[in-house]
Structure formats: C-alpha cells, structure tokens
C-alpha cells in the first residue's frame, strides 16, 4: 500500500503497515507540486549579493515579500531580501488560503486591509485565485452557540457583516453538510479564499519593480551590530539600550552586506536567527507540525461555489478546493517541530504513519461532518511546519535588544490571513519610527526570556495550536503546558493552602483559593469554564469581604520592578521628562503616575517610590517588565548619569488589605504604622530588616504593600498568617482584587490603559501634572483638552441582571446609546459592594462613526433621558452610565459604619455588614 506525502517539498515515502483509516481513500494519493496553477510573474534575481543596502529583509516567503512590497510602496526602494532557498517558495505559499474576518477589531482591521490589498491587485490583472466564498461556523454545543453569539454581536456593529442562522439555512449554504448534530451556526459572507503561493509571488514581483532586489540560496550566518555606547550607573550594572547598538550588516553564506535596517521574516527559523548575534534578540518561536488533506475531484462540486466551514468543536476546517475539498486542523494537541532536525535527519521532511495515525480523528470527524467524502480517496497529506507563538499571537516590531532590528514572524497556521497587514504595519513601523496603532497585543517586547526558552517552546507548542479552535471560557483559559516555571518563593506554600493559579508574564499567580482544600489534597485546579456565574464565585465574595471589613493577603510578587538611580539632578530630570504627573516628591514619598508617549497615550501606568534623593523605586504593570524597560532605556539621558535596574526577582511583595491591617502590623513590626497614604518606609518585620512597606495598596482598600526582600519572604508569610489568625486574615486572590478594583472604577493596563489611550479619556486627569515645563505627550494632551475627547471611558452598572441565570459580560460587548451603537465593553466584574454587575467601557458619539468626529460631553454621558444598554450574547440589557465611582464607605476600626451619605449624582450603595463564612482550612 503506497502513502505519499510530504513535509514542505516534493517526494514520497511508502511503507506496509496498514492503519484503520480505509484504504480505499489513499488509493492515489500524490504529492503537491510548487509548480501548479501560479500566476506567471517574473521576479529577477541577483547572482551577487549587493554590498549594501538600506533595508535587509530575512526569508522571501509571503511575509517578508509582503514587507518588501510596502516599503517600495512608501518609497524606500534599497531593499534586499535574501533566503537560504528560492524566493516565494517557503512554507507560507502553502496553506489554507482562506481569510476569515470573525475575530477581534485589533485583528481584523489587518485582515480587511489584506483582502482590499488582493482584491485591488486582482483587479490590476493579477490572478490571485481570490473569491468571497464566505464561510459558515458551527456550534455544536450550547456554549459554543452562546460564543459565536457573543462574537456576532460584538463584531456585527463595527461592519462585519454575519448572520446567526439554523440548520437548514446551513445546507442551503452547503448541501453537503451534516447537520445533524449542529445547534446553530454564524454566516460571515465577505470571507474569502485566495491562493497563497500567488500572493507571495505577485508581491515579490511588485517589490522587484519597485528596485527591491532578490537573492537566493543566501542563508545568514550572523547579524552584525554596533555599540554607539553603554550607560553605565552607579548600580553597578551596565544597561544596554537599543538606541546604542543597532545593526549594521548581515554576514550570509554569500558574503557580508552592510545595511541600516534588518527585518527577521524567516518564520519557523526566526528564532534560530535572532540567537546568530551579539547580544541575541528574543523571538520565542514554537515551530509546530501543521496539516492540510485535500480529496480528489468530487463530480458534484463542478458547477457549484461554496462556504468555507469552520467545526470548531471538531477542531476541522473544510474548503471547497476547485473541484474537492481541503481540509485542515488545530489539533488539541499538536506535534511540536524540531528546526535541528532539518539536513541532519533524512526522513526530516517525510509523511510517516505516525502522522496519518495523528490525523485520523480528524479525519474521520471531517467524513462525518461531510458524508460525500466517505467515498472520495484522499488526494494528498500535507505537513507545513509553522511558526506557532507562546501566546497565539503574531510578534511583530522593533526588537528591545538591538536597535533597528524589527521582527514579523510567528503566523501562527495561517500566514495568508495577516501577511498584507501585518507587512505594512512593519513598514510603517520602520518608515515613521513609531508602531502604529492597536499593536500593543503583537509587540515583541511582551516576551521576557522565558518565553525564549527552548523546553518551554517546546511545552507549549503542544498546546498553543489548538487554543486556536478551543472554547475560551472566561477566567479559566489558562495554559497548561509550560506552567510552574516563574514562582514568588511562597508559592508551594499557597498551593497547599488551596490557591488556583492562573498566569501571567510566566508567572504563576493566584486567581483565588479553594477553602475546602486541605494540605494532604492534590493542588487544586480550575473548574470547567461557563459564560453565567463562575463556579468559584462564593470564593471570590469571601475573598471580597475580606479585604472591605477584615484583613487578605495578595501575594502581588509578579508586578515589574525596577531601580531608578544617578546624579540626583539628571534623575529627577528624566523622570520629570518622562512622567505625566510632578515626581519632585518628599524622600519617603510615592506618587502614581503615568507615562505618555508622544500623542499622549500610556506607554506606562506606575508608583514612584523616592528612597533618596538620586534614588527612585518603580512599580509597573507585569505585562510591563520587558516593554517598559525598553522604552525608558531608549530615554535615558547620553551622559551616562542615570540608570535602570531591574529587580523585579529581587522582592517578594505581599498586599495587606483592610481594616484590620494596621493592628496586624504594629504587632508584626512592634512599631506605630500609622502612616499617611501614597508614603513609604523600611521597618522590620519579624526577624527580616529592610522591609519597605508602602501606605498603598492595589485594591483601593485601606492597608500596605510590602516589598520583602526574597529571601525572607516565606518567614515573613508564615508569621502573617500565624498573627492573623487574631484579625480574621485569609488568603486572597487577583480575582478578587480585580472586582474591587473595577468597582472601584479603576483602571486596568493592556484594557483600559493602552498605547492608544490618554489620561483625558480615562478620567485620569488628576494624576496628570500639566503646569509642568514638560512632559512627553503633554502638547498632545493640551491639544486634545482643546479639542474635546472624541471617546470616554464610562462605568456602567446592569439595572435589569440575574447574576444567577443570565450570561454575564466579560469584555467585548457592544454599548449602544438610545439604540445607537457607541463603544465597547473593556472589563466587567460583579461590585459585591454596590450589589451590581459592573462593567468598564469606551463611548463614542455617534456622529464619530458616522465620519463627523464629535467630542463625548459629561452632559451627554449623565443625560438622564438616554437610555443606555449592552448587547450580551444578542439580549439587550438596560445599564445606568456613571462617570464617577460609587461613593463605597472605607471600613475602618476609626469610623462607624453608619456613617456614610453618598453624593446625590452617584449610586447608592448598600454596606454589607458581615462576611458570610471563613473556612479556616487555608489559614
């Protein structure tokens, strides 16, 4: 029995071991050929390799074609593009082909822009095989309905047209589909196909006429770069910043070319070449096996054009392919690729049985979900390894690490989908010096060198494919490969007090605790996911209460934290300069601020803590700690006078939240804690020194943050618990932070707090300083308070919600304003306070989106005639819009908890007056 297939080029392989899947369908099967059905454009090559050039791009796949093809679009025409194989002739020319729009706002933009770019391309005359098919997504179950209902009704508002539909508007759509077992499904039809080797070639072509030029079988040996100089500070370390070292040239298997600006495109190779330098740049590329079928000529579809159909639950996507069908997978778990087997094994790029033995569930669900294959023979087995990302999304930008060098890889199974944007994001990128909007969720600085770890690619690999097509219920989609890894030295200790861990930045933090865990249980673990009520969420009440009326620890350890020294001058300058908010504090002081760039958005929402007088302590974001460090870095003053340390493993830090946390800390320290709020000190705590306990804590509660040095850190915890016992302490989770915090109208970073987003439409204005000289981003902000803010960032409160039986919001929905749609929900949680779901989100007039931009007035927002409410799963629930937090008491032993009136333009509030239990088994 012959099986043929292949890994990425063209033979076959055969063997005798018959597997369960018919034999009937492999019959005849065949390998693909390069040469099939492309487009004839010519695309020229160098027989030498160019000694310089402005712009180096690695890999002529349709990535780096894409970007080649954009900077000749905007001018640049220096442009190289070299590759150890042929040009347009990677991996990325095969694929699906297909282009789905169904997916996020910060996604699909770029996904729009490449199907205009190939539709005006087509129309120049250029065939691209491009056709709007659309496509149809399943549900088989009850929540994968309620999934693609909440999608359609986030999605269908901002222009993507889908409609919810039935069974039998599915097989009129596609008579060759059994529906059966399907409860309902959305139609998207301005999805389209087009064929991706045509695409990269018709893209290089363009690059070519534009004067980029093309030279193959030119792998690269080393990037080559440039120390314009270290900073070097009184922390006795040296901080290299990408304004310093920046490329130079690429040493390639053809000889050295000098350029200005080299582009990493080399998709599953990315990550090997960003370790070919001195220092290396991190790319954490998992490179994953990725598998397509396709079925020989079915004489029913001659005639006929029909829908993409994604199975989500079956992990399958299936498209009509000419005359057949394709079909492809996201596996639950996915067969991780080892680059260093490529040249070195000789079967490395041969279809083997294991791999018809992998697919064969897969297989089969599409025979069931298509009854009319049961009696096709395949065609052939394709196996495209690709550059799969820890986090399933692309990286793209300028590396942290060295200057001038950008990134565009990590497609993650589908190339095609983002090639045309995500190429002219690079692009611009490059061009203007600045990322473009809304790339705050690509951006390579959101890795740390953890996720560059090879066994932990390796371990997430196996899982990050599938998340493709997985359910992702809200709060517990964790990962589950490559966990435990970044742990605060209390961590084994949680655990068996009953924390559930959720991560974060390769941290593991807590999401809440399990009170009816005992120490001899196993670790305890997320509940299976709802979009209603959470399972845990009586925890999560307790956790709540505890910190309004009693004392909860946090372990807040994953914050990124960094040392701030220098000459006491140029230090307050440079934080002056960069800091929104007056950081001229007191020694002993904290101040929060934010950190604007240029148009006035949030490169960095942080405390200020001044030590001394040449000293600063920052607190930021744990998404923050690469990103940040980057950008003050590229800031730093050219006189070497300042300089960063991150000491983010160096503190343990523990949040000591509620009313009852000054007694539990006089008695932990044996001192008076009376301290103001926003202050700082170092006191000793039990046998440890140096302990910097800070009046400020990130639940809006009353209480302290202590920043323990790590080392004394599980002493420290251990006595807290012990001394709590008298005050009712339990251990708290970020869960339960969170809904105080967003009851509190607080902001979140990477929600509310973007790149994209300034203090005036977030109502920070009062941690914004603007009698300063100056701030980056303060001509921005001025002008835009002129202006008027074109958007606003609005807590709303559900007035007509069962929080016990109706689908809850968890970000995304849709708002509407007197039926007229006007922003988005960004984060929700249930206000144990105030008794409410809450949830965050930005309004727009609608004038704005009718192409008249017009300022959001508070009058418009409090007029109390409109009628407001956001669209949950297609139910319309009626909200009440607040631009202020409700009026909630601070619980303390000082003040009676009677004593509250709340201000008439704000909710009232109900005070809880007890916690409902304390199970004592996680003390």
């Not at 039998?168 to 008579?175: F, G, I, N, S």
Request: aromatic letters at 10%; charged letters at 25%.
């Amino acid at each position: 029995m012959q099986h043929a297939g292949r890994i990425c080029s063209g033979s076959s392989c055969s063997w005798s071991r018959a597997t369960s899947i018919s034999a009937s369908h492999r019959k005849s099967v065949r390998c693909v050929s390069s040469a099939e059905s492309r487009a004839h454009v010519r695309i020229p090559e160098e027989s030498a390799l160019p000694s310089h050039a402005q712009v180096v791009i690695a890999g002529s796949g349709m990535i780096g074609n894409s970007v080649a093809y954009h900077l000749v679009k905007r001018g640049w025409s220096d442009i190289v593009i070299i590759d150890k194989g042929r040009v347009a002739k990677g991996t990325s020319r095969y694929g699906s082909g297909i282009l789905g729009l169904f997916r996020p706002s910060y996604e699909r933009r770029l996904v729009q822009y490449c199907i205009d770019l190939y539709t005006d391309l087509q129309r120049q005359g250029y065939d691209l095989g491009l056709e709007h098919c659309g496509s149809v997504n399943i549900a088989t179950s009850k929540d994968r309905l309620i999934s693609l209902q909440r999608r359609a009704s986030s999605y269908r508002p901002t222009g993507v047209e889908c409609h919810l539909i039935g069974s039998q508007e599915m097989r009129d759509l596609h008579p060759f589909l059994n529906t059966e077992d399907i409860l309902g499904g959305v139609w998207i039809p301005q999805d389209a196909c087009v064929d991706a080797g045509k695409v990269s070639e018709v893209l290089a072509h363009l690059a070519s006429e534009g004067g980029a030029k093309f030279v193959s079988g030119c792998g690269v040996r080393k990037v080559l770069t440039r120390n314009d100089g270290t900073v070097i500070s009184n922390l006795s370390s040296v901080q290299h910043s990408n304004k310093n070292i920046k490329v130079t040239g690429v040493e390639t298997e053809k000889g050295l070319i000098n350029c200005d600006y080299f582009v990493n495109c080399a998709g599953i190779w990315a990550r090997e070449i960003g370790r070919m330098m001195d220092p290396p740049v991190k790319i954490p590329i998992c490179p994953a096996e990725h598998f397509f079928l396709t079925f020989q000529p079915v004489q029913e579809l001659s005639d006929k054009k029909l829908p993409n159909v994604r199975d989500y639950d079956s992990r399958i996507y299936v498209r009509q392919f000419g005359s057949s069908f394709l079909m492809g997978v996201f596996e639950k778990q996915a067969r991780p690729w080892d680059v260093t087997k490529h040249g070195v094994d000789p079967d490395w790029n041969q279809i083997k049985e294991e791999h018809w033995l992998h697919m064969e569930p897969y297989i089969r669900a599409s025979l069931r979900r298509f009854p009319i294959l049961k009696e096709t023979p395949y065609d052939f087995l394709l196996n495209t390894p690709d550059a799969f990302t820890p986090d399933g999304r692309w990286i793209l930008g300028e590396t942290p690490e060295v200057g001038n060098y950008f990134v565009c890889a990590g497609m993650n199974g589908n190339s095609l989908q983002g090639a045309g944007g995500v190429g002219k994001a690079v692009a611009d990128w490059i061009v203007k010096g600045v990322p473009p909007r809304e790339m705050l969720k690509f951006e390579v600085q959101r890795f740390t060198s953890l996720h560059n770890n090879s066994r932990f690619l390796l371990e997430r690999s196996r899982e990050v494919v599938g998340r493709h097509y997985q359910l992702h219920y809200p709060l517990v989609s964790e990962f589950k490969y490559g966990r435990k890894i970044r742990t605060s030295p209390i961590f084994s200790e949680l655990e068996a007090r009953g924390a559930v861990f959720g991560e974060r930045m390769g941290w593991e933090r807590v999401l809440y605790f399990n009170p009816n865990h005992h120490r001899e249980d196993a670790p305890s673990e997320l509940p299976p996911g709802t979009f209603g009520k959470p399972a845990f969420f009586d925890h999560i009440e307790d956790e709540y209460l505890v910190c309004r009326e009693g004392v909860g620890l946090i372990d807040m350890s994953s914050f990124a934290k960094f040392s701030i020294k220098g000459e006491e001058h140029a230090v307050l300058e440079y934080l002056q300069n960069l800091c929104s908010n007056d950081v001229d504090i007191p020694v002993g002081g904290i101040v929060p601020t934010g950190m604007q760039n240029e148009k006035g958005g949030y490169e960095n929402d942080c405390l200020l803590i001044r030590r001394e007088e040449n000293s600063f302590f920052m607190v930021s974001p744990t998404q923050q700690q690469t990103r940040i460090l980057e950008w003050m870095d590229n800031h730093l003053p050219e006189d070497n006078s300042v300089g960063i340390q991150d000491v983010t493993s160096m503190y343990t830090v523990l949040s000591v939240a509620g009313p009852k946390s000054r007694d539990l800390m006089e008695e932990m320290s044996g001192s008076d804690m009376g301290m103001h709020p926003f202050t700082y000190r170092e006191v000793n705590v039990g046998y440890a020194s140096g302990v910097m306990v800070l009046a400020v804590t990130n639940t809006g509660e009353p209480g302290y943050s202590l920043y323990i040095p790590s080392e004394f850190a599980l002493q420290i915890y251990d006595n807290l618990m012990k001394v709590g016992r008298d005050y009712g302490i339990r251990n708290v989770g970020h869960l339960a932070m969170r809904m105080l915090r967003i009851e509190k109208f607080i902001p979140f970073w990477g929600e509310e707090l973007t790149a994209d987003t300034t203090p005036n439409e977030v109502n920070r204005t009062f941690k914004v300083k603007f009698d300063k000289d100056y701030f980056v981003g303060k001509a921005a902000l001025l002008k835009q308070k002129e202006k008027g803010v074109m958007k606003r960032l609005v807590q709303f409160h559900l007035e007509d919600f069962n929080k016990d039986e109706d689908i809850w919001p968890w970000s995304g929905e849709a708002i509407y304003r007197n039926g007229e749609f006007v922003g988005f929900v960004t984060s929700t949680a249930y206000g144990f306070t105030i008794q409410k779901m809450v949830a965050l989100g930005f309004v727009h007039h609608p004038d704005t989106f009718a192409g008249k931009p017009t300022p959001v007035e508070s009058s418009w927002i409090s007029d109390r005639s409109a009628k407001w409410s956001i669209d949950i799963a297609g139910k319309l629930v009626p909200i009440s819009a607040h631009l202020h937090p409700p009026t909630m008491p601070i619980i303390s032993q000082e003040s009676a908890r009677n004593d509250y009136k709340h201000k008439k333009h704000q909710p009232t509030v109900q005070l809880l007056k007890k916690i409902k239990h304390r199970a004592h088994s996680n003390l």
